[in-house]
Protein backbone atom coordinates (compact mmCIF):
# COMPACT_ATOMS: atom_id res chain seq x y z
CA UNK A 1 0.00 0.00 0.00
CA UNK A 2 3.13 2.29 0.76
CA UNK A 3 4.65 1.56 -2.77
CA UNK A 4 0.93 2.48 -4.18
CA UNK A 5 1.16 5.10 -2.66
CA UNK A 6 4.62 6.47 -3.09
CA UNK A 7 3.54 5.76 -7.06
CA UNK A 8 0.53 8.49 -7.00
CA UNK A 9 1.59 11.27 -4.94
CA UNK A 10 3.25 13.15 -7.70
CA UNK A 11 0.64 12.19 -10.16
CA UNK A 12 -2.18 13.94 -8.00
CA UNK A 13 0.78 17.13 -7.87
CA UNK A 14 0.95 16.82 -11.63
CA UNK A 15 -3.07 17.15 -11.65
CA UNK A 16 -3.39 20.11 -8.66
CA UNK A 17 -0.82 22.13 -10.41
CA UNK A 18 -2.55 21.87 -13.84
CA UNK A 19 -5.25 23.45 -12.21
CA UNK A 20 -6.01 27.52 -12.86
CA UNK A 21 -5.89 28.99 -9.56
CA UNK A 22 -5.19 32.63 -10.69
CA UNK A 23 -8.22 34.08 -11.18
CA UNK A 24 -10.08 37.58 -11.53
CA UNK A 25 -6.32 39.23 -12.83
CA UNK A 26 -7.49 41.38 -15.03
CA UNK A 27 -8.76 44.65 -14.16
CA UNK A 28 -11.26 46.38 -16.96
CA UNK A 29 -9.69 50.01 -17.17
CA UNK A 30 -8.41 52.13 -20.26
CA UNK A 31 -5.19 49.48 -20.64
CA UNK A 32 -7.97 46.58 -21.11
CA UNK A 33 -10.51 48.34 -23.22
CA UNK A 34 -7.02 49.81 -25.67
CA UNK A 35 -6.74 45.86 -26.42
CA UNK A 36 -10.33 45.17 -27.49
CA UNK A 37 -10.36 45.58 -31.23
CA UNK A 38 -14.07 44.99 -32.02
CA UNK A 39 -17.16 46.86 -31.11
CA UNK A 40 -16.67 50.06 -29.39
CA UNK A 41 -17.20 51.52 -25.70
CA UNK A 42 -19.12 54.39 -24.52
CA UNK A 43 -18.82 55.51 -20.58
CA UNK A 44 -22.34 55.50 -19.12
CA UNK A 45 -23.25 56.94 -15.40
CA UNK A 46 -22.25 53.62 -13.87
CA UNK A 47 -19.18 52.55 -16.05
CA UNK A 48 -17.93 51.63 -19.53
CA UNK A 49 -20.57 50.02 -22.00
CA UNK A 50 -19.15 47.52 -24.72
CA UNK A 51 -21.73 47.27 -27.47
CA UNK A 52 -21.53 46.09 -31.54
CA UNK A 53 -23.97 48.18 -33.64
CA UNK A 54 -24.72 47.37 -37.17
CA UNK A 55 -26.82 48.81 -40.08
CA UNK A 56 -26.69 52.12 -37.97
CA UNK A 57 -28.59 53.44 -41.40
CA UNK A 58 -31.98 51.51 -41.02
CA UNK A 59 -34.62 52.23 -39.24
CA UNK A 60 -35.76 48.91 -37.66
CA UNK A 61 -33.91 48.00 -34.66
CA UNK A 62 -33.30 44.96 -32.76
CA UNK A 63 -31.83 45.04 -29.26
CA UNK A 64 -30.24 41.91 -28.55
CA UNK A 65 -30.19 41.42 -24.48
CA UNK A 66 -27.99 38.46 -22.83
CA UNK A 67 -28.43 36.58 -20.06
CA UNK A 68 -27.26 36.08 -16.75
CA UNK A 69 -23.28 35.46 -16.83
CA UNK A 70 -22.64 34.71 -20.93
CA UNK A 71 -21.93 38.12 -22.51
CA UNK A 72 -23.36 39.23 -25.73
CA UNK A 73 -21.53 36.42 -27.79
CA UNK A 74 -24.27 34.61 -26.86
CA UNK A 75 -26.66 35.64 -29.97
CA UNK A 76 -24.18 35.53 -32.41
CA UNK A 77 -25.70 34.21 -34.80
CA UNK A 78 -29.15 35.56 -34.19
CA UNK A 79 -27.04 38.54 -34.30
CA UNK A 80 -25.31 38.04 -37.50
CA UNK A 81 -28.58 36.45 -39.35
CA UNK A 82 -30.56 39.93 -38.63
CA UNK A 83 -27.95 42.30 -39.52
CA UNK A 84 -27.54 40.26 -43.01
CA UNK A 85 -31.22 40.36 -43.55
CA UNK A 86 -30.77 44.53 -43.07
CA UNK A 87 -31.78 45.19 -39.42
CA UNK A 88 -30.38 47.72 -37.15
CA UNK A 89 -28.71 45.91 -34.82
CA UNK A 90 -27.19 46.44 -31.21
CA UNK A 91 -26.10 43.67 -29.01
CA UNK A 92 -24.05 45.00 -25.28
CA UNK A 93 -22.44 43.59 -22.38
CA UNK A 94 -24.30 44.46 -19.14
CA UNK A 95 -22.20 45.16 -16.38
CA UNK A 96 -20.25 42.65 -14.68
CA UNK A 97 -20.31 40.72 -18.19
CA UNK A 98 -17.93 40.56 -20.50
CA UNK A 99 -15.88 43.61 -22.01
CA UNK A 100 -18.21 46.45 -20.35
CA UNK A 101 -17.02 47.60 -16.37
CA UNK A 102 -17.31 45.63 -13.48
CA UNK A 103 -18.93 48.41 -11.06
CA UNK A 104 -19.25 47.60 -7.62
CA UNK A 105 -22.16 48.48 -6.80
CA UNK A 106 -25.90 46.39 -6.85
CA UNK A 107 -26.31 44.53 -9.52
CA UNK A 108 -30.31 44.89 -10.27
CA UNK A 109 -32.75 44.75 -12.67
CA UNK A 110 -33.02 48.20 -12.97
CA UNK A 111 -29.21 49.17 -13.01
CA UNK A 112 -29.49 46.89 -16.16
CA UNK A 113 -32.53 48.46 -17.61
CA UNK A 114 -30.96 52.14 -17.48
CA UNK A 115 -28.32 51.17 -18.86
CA UNK A 116 -29.66 49.83 -22.11
CA UNK A 117 -31.82 53.27 -21.63
CA UNK A 118 -28.24 55.27 -21.64
CA UNK A 119 -26.87 53.64 -24.60
CA UNK A 120 -30.14 53.83 -27.01
CA UNK A 121 -30.43 57.33 -25.95
CA UNK A 122 -26.39 57.98 -26.77
CA UNK A 123 -27.17 56.01 -30.09
CA UNK A 124 -30.23 58.54 -30.63
CA UNK A 125 -32.68 55.42 -30.77
CA UNK A 126 -35.88 56.41 -30.04
CA UNK A 127 -38.10 52.89 -30.79
CA UNK A 128 -36.89 49.47 -30.81
CA UNK A 129 -37.61 45.49 -30.81
CA UNK A 130 -35.66 43.89 -27.49
CA UNK A 131 -34.69 40.37 -27.72
CA UNK A 132 -34.15 39.10 -24.33
CA UNK A 133 -32.41 35.48 -23.32
CA UNK A 134 -32.73 34.06 -20.54
CA UNK A 135 -32.15 36.20 -17.22
CA UNK A 136 -32.42 38.89 -20.90
CA UNK A 137 -35.90 38.42 -19.90
CA UNK A 138 -35.83 40.40 -16.61
CA UNK A 139 -33.70 43.92 -18.21
CA UNK A 140 -36.70 44.08 -21.11
CA UNK A 141 -39.22 43.60 -18.76
CA UNK A 142 -37.85 46.20 -16.31
CA UNK A 143 -36.96 48.50 -19.42
CA UNK A 144 -40.62 48.47 -20.66
CA UNK A 145 -42.27 49.08 -17.46
CA UNK A 146 -39.99 52.16 -17.01
CA UNK A 147 -39.75 53.42 -21.19
CA UNK A 148 -42.67 52.14 -22.64
CA UNK A 149 -42.69 54.33 -25.79
CA UNK A 150 -39.40 52.82 -26.23
CA UNK A 151 -40.68 49.51 -27.04
CA UNK A 152 -42.03 48.08 -30.33
CA UNK A 153 -41.91 44.34 -29.36
CA UNK A 154 -40.64 42.11 -26.61
CA UNK A 155 -39.59 39.15 -27.15
CA UNK A 156 -38.41 36.68 -24.74
CA UNK A 157 -36.35 34.09 -25.32
CA UNK A 158 -35.85 31.32 -22.54
CA UNK A 159 -37.14 33.80 -20.43
CA UNK A 160 -36.18 33.92 -16.23
CA UNK A 161 -38.37 37.00 -16.08
CA UNK A 162 -41.94 34.78 -14.23
CA UNK A 163 -40.41 33.10 -11.73
CA UNK A 164 -42.36 33.70 -8.14
CA UNK A 165 -38.91 35.38 -6.42
CA UNK A 166 -39.07 35.60 -2.67
CA UNK A 167 -38.74 38.74 -1.09
CA UNK A 168 -35.03 39.91 -0.53
CA UNK A 169 -33.58 39.68 2.62
CA UNK A 170 -30.50 40.97 2.15
CA UNK A 171 -28.37 42.22 -0.77
CA UNK A 172 -24.72 42.12 0.60
CA UNK A 173 -22.20 40.53 -0.71
CA UNK A 174 -19.00 39.97 1.58
CA UNK A 175 -15.33 39.24 0.52
CA UNK A 176 -15.95 35.72 2.13
CA UNK A 177 -18.93 35.12 0.08
CA UNK A 178 -16.95 36.23 -3.12
CA UNK A 179 -13.73 34.28 -2.51
CA UNK A 180 -15.59 31.07 -1.52
CA UNK A 181 -17.88 31.07 -4.83
CA UNK A 182 -14.55 31.01 -6.68
CA UNK A 183 -13.26 28.03 -4.51
CA UNK A 184 -16.10 26.45 -4.87
CA UNK A 185 -17.52 27.62 -8.47
CA UNK A 186 -15.40 28.96 -10.86
CA UNK A 187 -12.76 25.09 -11.02
CA UNK A 188 -16.29 23.78 -12.72
CA UNK A 189 -18.38 26.85 -13.72
CA UNK A 190 -17.41 26.66 -17.43
CA UNK A 191 -18.20 23.07 -18.17
CA UNK A 192 -21.45 24.11 -16.31
CA UNK A 193 -22.16 26.12 -19.23
CA UNK A 194 -22.76 22.73 -21.38
CA UNK A 195 -25.60 22.12 -19.41
CA UNK A 196 -27.66 24.86 -21.12
CA UNK A 197 -27.66 22.81 -24.50
CA UNK A 198 -29.33 19.32 -25.34
CA UNK A 199 -26.53 18.01 -27.12
CA UNK A 200 -23.40 19.64 -25.42
CA UNK A 201 -21.42 17.13 -27.36
CA UNK A 202 -22.10 19.75 -30.62
CA UNK A 203 -20.02 22.70 -28.74
CA UNK A 204 -16.61 21.93 -27.74
CA UNK A 205 -15.45 25.39 -27.80
CA UNK A 206 -18.12 26.60 -25.41
CA UNK A 207 -16.45 25.61 -22.43
CA UNK A 208 -12.98 27.47 -23.14
CA UNK A 209 -14.70 30.82 -24.30
CA UNK A 210 -16.33 31.42 -21.19
CA UNK A 211 -13.18 30.50 -18.75
CA UNK A 212 -12.34 33.87 -20.18
CA UNK A 213 -14.99 35.72 -18.57
CA UNK A 214 -13.19 33.83 -15.36
CA UNK A 215 -10.25 36.39 -15.08
CA UNK A 216 -12.34 39.40 -15.10
CA UNK A 217 -11.92 40.96 -11.31
CA UNK A 218 -14.91 41.44 -9.97
CA UNK A 219 -17.13 38.84 -12.30
CA UNK A 220 -17.88 36.55 -8.84
CA UNK A 221 -19.62 39.40 -7.11
CA UNK A 222 -21.46 40.63 -9.94
CA UNK A 223 -23.01 37.10 -10.24
CA UNK A 224 -23.58 36.92 -6.67
CA UNK A 225 -25.28 40.59 -6.31
CA UNK A 226 -27.38 39.59 -9.71
CA UNK A 227 -29.02 36.95 -7.62
CA UNK A 228 -29.17 38.54 -4.91
CA UNK A 229 -31.24 41.23 -6.06
CA UNK A 230 -33.79 38.90 -8.17
CA UNK A 231 -37.17 40.11 -7.12
CA UNK A 232 -40.66 39.40 -8.34
CA UNK A 233 -41.49 41.20 -11.35
CA UNK A 234 -45.32 40.40 -11.72
CA UNK A 235 -45.84 44.15 -11.15
CA UNK A 236 -44.03 45.13 -13.88
CA UNK A 237 -44.90 42.56 -16.37
CA UNK A 238 -48.50 42.94 -15.38
CA UNK A 239 -48.18 46.92 -16.60
CA UNK A 240 -46.46 45.62 -19.86
CA UNK A 241 -49.95 43.60 -20.67
CA UNK A 242 -51.86 46.61 -19.34
CA UNK A 243 -50.61 48.92 -22.32
CA UNK A 244 -50.58 46.18 -24.93
CA UNK A 245 -47.20 45.73 -26.26
CA UNK A 246 -46.39 42.97 -28.42
CA UNK A 247 -45.13 40.21 -26.57
CA UNK A 248 -43.70 36.56 -27.41
CA UNK A 249 -42.14 33.97 -26.01
CA UNK A 250 -39.80 31.72 -27.47
CA UNK A 251 -38.70 28.47 -25.68
CA UNK A 252 -36.59 25.62 -26.46
CA UNK A 253 -38.74 22.00 -25.56
CA UNK A 254 -36.29 20.41 -23.68
CA UNK A 255 -34.86 23.27 -21.37
CA UNK A 256 -33.64 21.71 -17.94
CA UNK A 257 -32.37 25.79 -16.45
CA UNK A 258 -35.31 27.34 -17.19
CA UNK A 259 -38.59 25.01 -16.78
CA UNK A 260 -41.63 26.08 -17.91
CA UNK A 261 -43.87 24.09 -15.83
CA UNK A 262 -42.60 25.77 -12.95
CA UNK A 263 -43.69 29.31 -14.13
CA UNK A 264 -46.57 28.59 -16.41
CA UNK A 265 -49.16 29.37 -14.04
CA UNK A 266 -48.10 32.70 -13.61
CA UNK A 267 -46.86 33.37 -16.88
CA UNK A 268 -50.89 32.71 -17.80
CA UNK A 269 -51.38 34.99 -15.39
CA UNK A 270 -49.29 38.01 -16.54
CA UNK A 271 -49.13 37.68 -20.35
CA UNK A 272 -52.09 35.92 -20.90
CA UNK A 273 -52.26 37.16 -24.69
CA UNK A 274 -48.66 36.63 -25.65
CA UNK A 275 -47.80 34.76 -28.82
CA UNK A 276 -45.44 31.86 -27.91
CA UNK A 277 -43.46 29.12 -29.62
CA UNK A 278 -41.52 25.94 -28.74
CA UNK A 279 -38.15 25.38 -30.52
CA UNK A 280 -38.09 21.41 -31.41
CA UNK A 281 -34.77 19.50 -30.33
CA UNK A 282 -33.32 22.52 -28.29
CA UNK A 283 -32.12 22.81 -24.98
CA UNK A 284 -32.03 26.64 -22.98
CA UNK A 285 -30.43 28.04 -26.05
CA UNK A 286 -32.72 27.30 -28.78
CA UNK A 287 -31.13 30.37 -30.73
CA UNK A 288 -28.04 28.18 -31.06
CA UNK A 289 -28.79 24.69 -31.01
CA UNK A 290 -31.45 24.55 -33.74
CA UNK A 291 -30.69 28.18 -35.20
CA UNK A 292 -32.50 27.40 -38.30
CA UNK A 293 -35.88 26.78 -36.54
CA UNK A 294 -35.75 29.62 -34.76
CA UNK A 295 -34.82 32.22 -36.94
CA UNK A 296 -37.51 30.96 -39.37
CA UNK A 297 -39.69 31.61 -36.66
CA UNK A 298 -38.41 35.06 -35.39
CA UNK A 299 -38.21 36.69 -39.34
CA UNK A 300 -40.92 35.39 -41.13
CA UNK A 301 -43.59 35.44 -38.32
CA UNK A 302 -42.88 37.83 -35.71
CA UNK A 303 -40.84 40.34 -37.03
CA UNK A 304 -41.14 39.45 -41.02
CA UNK A 305 -38.16 39.85 -43.31
CA UNK A 306 -36.83 42.65 -44.76
CA UNK A 307 -37.06 42.52 -48.52
Request: net charge neutral; charged share 20%.
Amino acid sequence: MKKIFLLATPLLLLFISCQKTDYETVVKDDDFRSTISSGNFVELSNGYTYYELANDNKEKTLVFIHGFSVPSYIWDETFNAAKNKGYRVIRLDLFGRGYSNNPNIDYTDDLFANQVIELLNHLKIKKATFLGLSNGGRVISKLASIKPNLVEKLIYVSASSFYDNPSISSNIVTDKEVQDFITTNYPTISKGQLLDFKYPENYPSWEGKYEELLNYKGFARALISTRKNHVNLNKENLLISEINLPIYTIWGDSDLAVVYNDFKENLNKVFPNRFEYFVPNSGHLPNIENKSNFENYLFNVVLKTIN
